[in-house]
């Protein structure tokens, strides 16, 4: 596609429920990252992918963040038993080849937990 | 790892006025440096980026400046419009493993008033 899509742009979740959320990203795309923006905050990063190998998760801040990218294209990221803490705009960015530099952003997914 | 510091927080200018938004960092093998522009409830986007190669770089009225000793970079923006108010973040990378992993500041709210 043109762009980074992402989707749902908004998803509310009751806290415990498991929410995923989806990037699309640019066709040819290697590089993917997911990042978590909190209210008034810079992103920080989650996770990369190149291809559909996920080469760094070091910023996943639990065992309830759980990422994939099966076949190289389409990547969720899934939260288990989610928390008030988890609330925040959830970014996606991908680049051509793997080592990639220049990102484009998707608009992002707002999780907002009750 | 990496650690980047952003000032000031928020800035206020009039119209025709520069503004200016530091950053500071700590890894010195980062060699890649980006400034996105945010406005609320978009995605975050591009607007300029330096290499450790370059000690400088403008693009109409917005420039940035890289001092690799001191470890810090700078976004100059001359000739503020209102339509220039947004938050603004850097960010910095290193090639590791084969990918770069962006690391932002905690971003700098711009109101331009005319």
């Known amino acids: 596609g043109a762009g980074v899509s992402q989707s749902p742009r908004y998803k509310v979740a009751k806290r415990g429920q498991d929410v995923a959320l989806r990037c699309d990203p640019i066709?040819?795309?290697?590089?993917l990252f997911w990042y978590q923006q909190a209210l008034g905050q810079g992103p920080e990063f989650l996770t990369y992918f190149q291809n559909e190998a996920q080469l760094d998760k070091s910023g996943l801040p639990s065992d309830r963040f759980f990422a994939e990218r099966p076949e190289g294209s389409v990547s969720t990221l899934k939260i288990q038993r989610t928390q008030q803490e988890d609330s925040a705009v959830y970014l996606c960015?991908?680049?051509?080849?793997?080592?990639?530099?220049?990102?484009?952003f998707g608009a992002g997914s707002r999780l907002t937990v009750l | 790892g990496e650690n980047v510091e952003q000032h000031p927080s928020t800035l206020s200018v009039q119209e025709g006025d520069s503004a200016v938004i530091k950053c500071t960092y700590s890894?010195?093998?980062?060699?890649?440096f980006p400034w996105y522009k945010q406005e609320l409830g978009k995605r975050p986007q591009l607007i300029i980026d330096?290499?450790?190669?370059?000690g400088e770089k403008k693009d109409q009225r917005i420039a940035v400046t890289l001092n690799k000793t001191a470890k810090h970079f700078s976004l100059h923006i001359t000739e503020t419009q209102p339509e220039d108010s947004a938050v603004y973040f850097c960010?910095?990378?290193?090639?590791?493993?084969?990918?770069?992993?962006?690391?932002f500041g905690a971003g700098t709210r711009l109101a331009v008033h005319p």
């Open positions: 890894d010195s093998a980062s060699n890649y």
């Open positions: 960015a991908t680049g051509q080849g793997s080592g990639a530099n220049v990102l484009t």
């Open positions: 960010a910095a990378s290193r090639s590791s493993g084969g990918y770069n992993k962006l690391i």
């Open positions: 330096i290499r450790s190669n370059v």
């Open positions: 066709s040819g795309h290697v590089s």
